[in-house]
């Protein structure tokens, strides 16, 4: 099983990115994915989540704000970020839950800042 996350960068506040996540070594359909992300000296927090039938939910850090998709034929997931803030910037990583364990992705960094 494996996670690797893109699409992070440096953006202004205020900016929206979309991060990336390929996954592999398993049967991507049939799982729920979730996105996470951790500030430096912070723990790590839900961010979204996406069962295997689509169903989503969203922390309350960034809900309203954000957007988590999935694309089965691609065994990938997404997150869409906009009206982004300095607050924001964090470490975000994937995970899935694959019989039974829990597989986390290497992160991709997020820095808001003017």
């Known amino acids: 099983v494996q996670f690797v996350e893109s699409g992070g960068g440096l953006v202004q506040p205020g900016g929206s990115l979309r991060l990336s996540c390929a996954a592999s070594?398993?049967?991507?359909?049939?799982?729920?994915m979730m996105w996470y992300r951790q500030a430096p000296g912070k723990e790590r927090e839900l961010v979204a989540s996406i069962s295997a039938g689509g169903i989503i939910g969203y922390g309350n850090s960034m809900k309203g704000r954000v957007t988590i998709s999935r694309d089965n034929a691609k065994n990938t997931v997404y997150l869409q970020m906009n009206s982004l803030k300095s607050e924001d910037t964090a470490q975000y990583y994937c995970?899935?839950?694959?019989?039974?364990?829990?597989?986390w992705g290497q992160g991709t960094q997020v820095t808001v800042s003017s």
């Open positions: 995970k899935g839950r694959i019989m039974g364990y829990e597989y």
């Open positions: 070594g398993f049967t991507f359909s049939n799982y729920a």
